[in-house]
């Protein structure tokens, strides 16, 4: 992810002919000639910015802002996804030759603007931690209805729900977007009215706003799944996923407390015989098991976890496993390094991993967090059905 911003870094990091383009695109003019101005030179660039309109400056600085989040590899995935959702197969090769996530990232605001705010919605659910998604898989596969009125019917739905039941949520509106085979809903009801102090005309003023809270969707027909992001608004899920059923997937009557009851298969991995298969095409270089969690079958309030340095032998966490001479136990806790091949001259990329019984994970399901489910999944350890007992 993009680091935390500033001005200063956001013109070292961006080439002058990006930020020269930028300028000329908004038609700003900027006390700079950017033909004779050394690259990071940034203190000519933010001295002639301050010679600007506060209200310039802060139009300006809120975009560099949205260029800079985005100006990482994950941005760039994004930006690809939306690419290939409004079917712009040459927008990869494009992008591929412009040298710095930056320079990426400005050239796809400057010239493919109709992807940006999917890609912005994209990296944002990307970010959100796997704990705070809340998920139940036993939909029906059907087709997500995503006609305007179906999407104005939902975004009332939850706009009345959070204003009959809390008093907020007057207003709302829904955005759909498509990515990878998933739809995604971003809900925005309108939150409490609040107070800020902040900088009006060189005047320090108390305003009052009313900001919106979020609430997304992520439904995937070929699983029957949908996954619900509500901070603060656990309570809601239920109810969410409800107004979902009915206003999206046009059910009527949805059957509560469904969660998530598959469960990683973890006992495989300390099979003599075990490997992880990995398919040529994910780009996986190796995989290696760093730690281990065994909870004793005799007392499951026992544990024991194995940590040993895999990097210098890669059994190394199972030859100190062995030596243990352990009662018999389960495999809760496996932490596993996955190290992708290198591409030119740039360091090869590694993804440390907690996978945890019964089916927690810390990947998001894009980019190399993707690739390591499939990877997980064809070495048979992805969640699958619990046994009825």
């Given at each position: 992810?993009?680091?935390?911003?500033s001005?200063?870094?956001?013109?070292?990091k961006?080439?002058?002919?990006?930020?020269a383009q930028?300028?000329?695109?908004?038609?700003v003019?900027?006390d700079?000639?950017f033909?004779g101005l050394?690259e990071?030179?940034?203190n000519a660039?933010q001295?002639?910015?301050?010679k600007l309109?506060a209200?310039?400056?802060?139009?300006?600085?809120?975009?560099f802002q949205n260029i800079?989040?985005l100006?990482?590899?994950?941005?760039a995935?994004?930006?690809a996804d939306?690419?290939?959702?409004?079917?712009?197969s040459a927008f990869?090769?494009?992008?591929?030759v412009?040298?710095?996530?930056h320079?990426?990232?400005?050239?796809?605001?400057?010239?493919?603007?109709?992807?940006?705010?999917?890609?912005?919605m994209f990296?944002?659910?990307?970010?959100?931690?796997?704990s705070?998604?809340?998920k139940?898989n036993?939909l029906?596969?059907?087709?997500?209805h995503?006609?305007d009125?179906?999407?104005?019917?939902?975004?009332?739905?939850?706009?009345?729900y959070f204003?009959?039941k809390?008093?907020?949520?007057k207003?709302c509106i829904?955005?759909p977007?498509?990515?990878n085979h998933?739809?995604?809903f971003?809900a925005?009801?309108?939150?409490f009215?609040?107070?800020?102090?902040?900088?009006?005309?060189?005047?320090?003023k108390?305003?009052?706003?009313h900001?919106?809270f979020?609430v997304i969707?992520v439904?995937c027909?070929a699983e029957g799944?949908?996954?619900?992001?509500?901070?603060?608004n656990?309570?809601?899920i239920?109810?969410l996923?409800?107004?979902?059923?009915?206003?999206?997937?046009?059910?009527?009557?949805?059957?509560?407390?469904?969660v998530?009851k598959?469960?990683?298969e973890l006992?495989?991995?300390v099979?003599?015989?075990f490997?992880f298969?990995?398919d040529?095409?994910?780009?996986i270089?190796?995989v290696?098991?760093?730690?281990l969690?065994?909870?004793?079958?005799?007392?499951?309030?026992q544990?024991?976890t194995?940590?040993?340095?895999?990097h210098?032998d890669?059994e190394?966490?199972?030859?100190?496993?062995?030596?243990?001479?352990?009662?018999p136990y389960f495999?809760?806790?496996l932490?596993?390094?996955?190290?992708?091949e290198?591409?030119?001259n740039?360091?090869a990329?590694?993804?440390s991993?907690n996978?945890?019984?019964p089916?927690?994970c810390a990947?998001?399901?894009?980019?190399n967090?993707?690739?390591?489910?499939?990877?997980?999944?064809?070495s048979?350890?992805?969640?699958?059905?619990?046994?009825?007992?």
């Amino acid at each position: 992810m993009a680091a935390q911003y500033s001005n200063q870094q956001f013109f070292r990091k961006t080439p002058n002919q990006y930020l020269a383009q930028y300028f000329a695109a908004k038609a700003v003019v900027l006390d700079v000639n950017f033909d004779g101005l050394k690259e990071n030179n940034s203190n000519a660039i933010q001295a002639a910015l301050n010679k600007l309109a506060a209200s310039q400056v802060a139009e300006i600085e809120a975009e560099f802002q949205n260029i800079n989040a985005l100006a990482c590899e994950c941005g760039a995935v994004a930006l690809a996804d939306e690419a290939e959702f409004h079917g712009d197969s040459a927008f990869v090769e494009e992008i591929a030759v412009i040298d710095g996530f930056h320079a990426k990232a400005m050239w796809a605001y400057l010239n493919k603007p109709k992807y940006w705010s999917g890609a912005a919605m994209f990296l944002h659910a990307d970010n959100v931690s796997p704990s705070y998604w809340k998920k139940r898989n036993d939909l029906p596969s059907l087709a997500p209805h995503v006609d305007d009125e179906d999407i104005d019917s939902l975004a009332k739905a939850i706009g009345d729900y959070f204003f009959k039941k809390e008093g907020r949520g007057k207003n709302c509106i829904v955005e759909p977007y498509r990515r990878n085979h998933k739809e995604y809903f971003f809900a925005y009801p309108e939150d409490f009215a609040q107070t800020a102090i902040e900088w009006v005309g060189g005047s320090l003023k108390n305003q009052a706003h009313h900001p919106a809270f979020e609430v997304i969707f992520v439904y995937c027909e070929a699983e029957g799944s949908l996954d619900v992001y509500a901070p603060k608004n656990t309570k809601a899920i239920t109810d969410l996923q409800r107004l979902f059923a009915e206003h999206i997937l046009k059910l009527q009557g949805l059957t509560e407390g469904a969660v998530d009851k598959r469960v990683y298969e973890l006992a495989p991995v300390v099979d003599d015989d075990f490997e992880f298969k990995i398919d040529p095409e994910l780009g996986i270089a190796s995989v290696l098991v760093t730690k281990l969690r065994a909870t004793l079958k005799q007392d499951k309030k026992q544990r024991v976890t194995i940590e040993a340095d895999a990097h210098k032998d890669p059994e190394a966490v199972y030859s100190l496993l062995k030596a243990l001479n352990l009662p018999p136990y389960f495999v809760t806790q496996l932490t596993i390094k996955v190290t992708f091949e290198a591409i030119g001259n740039a360091r090869a990329k590694t993804r440390s991993v907690n996978i945890t019984y019964p089916n927690s994970c810390a990947l998001n399901h894009d980019g190399n967090d993707l690739k390591i489910r499939q990877m997980l999944a064809c070495s048979g350890l992805e969640p699958k059905a619990m046994d009825a007992d």
